[in-house]
């Protein structure tokens, strides 16, 4: 036995010399070959972390989940309330290089807590708009998440009143910004137009760059548009060493630009390079591109009309939007929002209202390569929460500035609570935010008599119908967006206009939009006679108003937190199947 081991030991130590040297021989070769034809990892980078999290109720076993997600699947037709609850969500991040790292959660339903190995660093309220953490030192991500109801973060009301649901998890996607501590952009790029006409507009971009002063000299911005440099690049010296973050507000003249709007959405790729040299070889240190469509929206005084790029539009004609999908709530992914939007322009509508929240990324990217115009809403419904809630609500009207001010589709920042009662100082603050962030943004709201906001933006059922709004002229001869039509002056009468509770009586219950597409052809026409009816008293009104559109209530059938069944007024069912009125609005 001895002998035979000891013989075999020295057989195997001989063969391995060999096979190590081959081995070692072909490593060299390739990563030599490799050091000169291929860089290193780039110094920036934006990767998609939807894949390998782990969720758990419990934080005791924990499944293998993708985003987006939702903790529950939830029935089609409601048997009991959406679940609410504590759930948590764990993650190890793909990089640990000597790089700045932040990660974007695009929406956490809507109180999050996120550790960073095991350091708690975030407490963020709201579940609809975007929130950053640094992971620059850090690569064990915990996130804890709760949906119950809580009356300081909007929309504030408890879920078992509310006419809508607003489900639960990282529903949209997460990102990792991987960029350099030497030198990059910071996250927030900013791109507006003036005197914007056919032979030129005025593109103004501000950003800031943050840099080491330490270990670089000079760098240089590269500005391209589809590509083609705009003007030839400064190199810019560091000539104050005390300063390691610059801010930029440039401007750009294009000549004859190809202008956005809903018939025609030109859109351009405009792109940052930051580059600097790292010995005597010039690097790209970080790039951002943008989608751009260059326009402009304005209202002249005593105009009741709204103008694009300086042509006078006809009336328009718009929908609502609720982003749920069936079993899967809010965890909706990118190619169902596009084609959410997709289904509403086939439709016949030019303008959608994001009722009653900012949607996803990807449906604003859709909105801008389809020519839809959109009214971008902070979350809110029939409820108006102490100073805290507040305060909360105004932060949402920023962050929403701050992640979509760069689409040409906005046309309205609704910087309002839907039907809730708000004082003129939270008004004031809400509108003044939007201008802060961008100065020529428009805003609307469905309070006029403080005269705060661009456009005035009740729905048709917060008057007397149908006549009122025909003589109805805002304060200050402002225009009219009817934001929602349609369905409320079906179903309730005027004296239960706000009322939720109240239950209509069966004779009217037969008038009512609300018709499930297995209700038969009765109803489904029923439906058909009240759009056509009160979108054409709209029109009419338009005449002697200012009224400069309408939204009716509602594209696609949801489901809410007050009420048993499936809120049924939807042009398509909440499957995104059409109903006999799609095909009257087409
Ligand atoms: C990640 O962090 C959690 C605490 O947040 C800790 O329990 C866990 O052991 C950590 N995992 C690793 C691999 O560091
Ligand atoms: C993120 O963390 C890094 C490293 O601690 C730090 O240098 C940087 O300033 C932080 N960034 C922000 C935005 O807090
Ligand atoms: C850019 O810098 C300016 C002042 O230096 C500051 O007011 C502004 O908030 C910064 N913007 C961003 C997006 O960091
Ligand atoms: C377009 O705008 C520019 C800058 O405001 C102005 O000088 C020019 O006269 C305008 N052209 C037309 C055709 O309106
Ligand atoms: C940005 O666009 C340019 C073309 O203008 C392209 O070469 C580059 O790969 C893009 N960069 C990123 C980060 O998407
Ligand atoms: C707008 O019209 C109102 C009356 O209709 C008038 O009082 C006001 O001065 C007008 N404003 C302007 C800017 O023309
Ligand atoms: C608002 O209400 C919440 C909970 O009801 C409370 O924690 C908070 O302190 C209140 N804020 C103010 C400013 O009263
Ligand atoms: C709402 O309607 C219900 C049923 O008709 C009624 O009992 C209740 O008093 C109403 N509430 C209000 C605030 O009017
Ligand atoms: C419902 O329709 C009937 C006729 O179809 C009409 O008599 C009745 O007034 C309508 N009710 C309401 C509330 O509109």
């Known amino acids: 036995m001895y002998e035979n081991k000891t013989h075999i030991r020295v057989c195997l130590s001989f063969r391995c010399k060999i096979v190590l040297l081959v081995t070692l021989f072909i490593y060299l070769w390739f990563s030599i070959r490799w050091s000169h034809n291929l860089p290193s990892r780039p110094l920036f980078e934006k990767i998609l972390i939807d894949d390998d999290w782990e969720f758990s109720f419990d934080e005791l076993t924990w499944i293998m989940v993708t985003l987006p997600h939702t903790p529950r699947v939830e029935p089609i037709e409601k048997v009991e309330q959406q679940w609410q609850g504590t759930c948590f969500y764990r993650r190890k991040l793909p990089i640990v290089d000597n790089s700045y790292r932040i990660l974007q959660f695009d929406a956490a339903m809507h109180e999050a807590d996120v550790w960073v190995d095991g350091v708690h660093v975030v407490h963020h309220l709201g579940g609809y708009l975007p929130f950053d953490v640094n992971v620059s030192h850090g690569n064990n991500i915990t996130v804890r998440l709760r949906n119950t109801d809580n009356p300081i973060i909007p929309p504030g009301k408890t879920l078992s009143e509310l006419d809508f649901n607003y489900y639960g998890g990282l529903y949209r ?3 990792l910004f991987k960029k350099s501590y030497q030198l990059r952009f910071d996250r927030d790029i900013r791109v507006q137009y003036e005197n914007v006409n056919r032979s030129q507009a005025t593109v103004r971009i501000r950003f800031n760059i943050t840099h080491d002063q330490n270990t670089l000299k000079r760098y240089r911005i590269r500005y391209l548009l589809n590509g083609d440099e705009l003007f030839p690049s400064k190199v810019i010296d560091l000539a104050n060493p005390s300063m390691n973050s610059v801010a930029y507000d440039i401007k750009i003249i294009v000549i004859h630009p190809r202008l956005w709007s809903p018939w025609k959405p030109n859109l351009y790729t405009l792109s940052l390079g930051l580059r600097s040299n790292i010995g005597t070889k010039e690097i790209v240190f970080d790039q951002e591109n943008i989608t751009i469509g260059i326009r402009s929206f304005e209202f002249r005084s005593n105009s009741s009309f709204l103008f694009l790029n300086g042509e006078k539009l006809d009336f328009l004609v718009g929908t609502n939007r609720h982003q749920e999908y069936p079993y899967v709530g809010y965890a909706v992914p990118d190619r169902a929002q596009r084609r959410d939007a997709y289904k509403i322009k086939a439709a016949g509508f030019h303008l959608v209202r994001c009722s009653h929240y900012p949607p996803s990324i990807a449906f604003l990217d859709a909105c801008d390569r389809l020519g839809l115009l959109v009214i971008n ?3 809110g419904w029939q409820f108006f929460g102490n100073k805290t809630f507040q305060a909360n609500a105004l932060d949402d009207v920023r962050q929403m500035m701050r992640r979509d001010s760069n689409h040409p589709c906005i046309f309205l920042w609704e910087a ?7 004082s003129r100082e939270f008004m004031a603050r809400a509108h003044a935010i939007v201008k802060e962030e961008l100065s020529n943004g428009l805003t609307s709201g469905w309070l006029d008599e403080e005269n705060i906001y661009d456009v005035f933006a009740p729905a048709r059922q917060h008057r007397d119908r149908p006549y009122f709004y025909r003589f109805y002229r805002a304060k200050n001869n402002k225009p009219i967006f009817l934001a929602e039509y349609g369905d409320w002056e079906y179903y309730a009468s005027k004296n239960h206009n706000f009322n939720q509770t109240f239950l209509p009586q ?7 939009s609300r018709q499930r597409r297995c209700d038969g052809e009765r109803g489904l026409l029923q439906q058909i006679f009240n759009f056509q009816e009160a979108h054409n008293d709209n ?9 400069i559109g309408d939204a009716n209530w509602v594209m696609f059938d949801y489901k809410r937190g007050y009420a048993p069944d499936i809120e049924a007024s939807g042009i398509m069912d909440i499957n995104r199947l059409p109903k006999f009125v799609f095909y009257f609005y087409q």
């Open 416 to 422: 309002s609570l839907n039907e809730s009662p708000m």
């Open 173 to 175: 996607h997460v990102w």
């Open 539 to 547: 029109r009419l009104a338009s005449k002697t108003a200012c009224i």
């Open 377 to 379: 809403s902070i979350p």
């Open 506 to 512: 069966l004779e009217q219950f037969q008038n009512t």
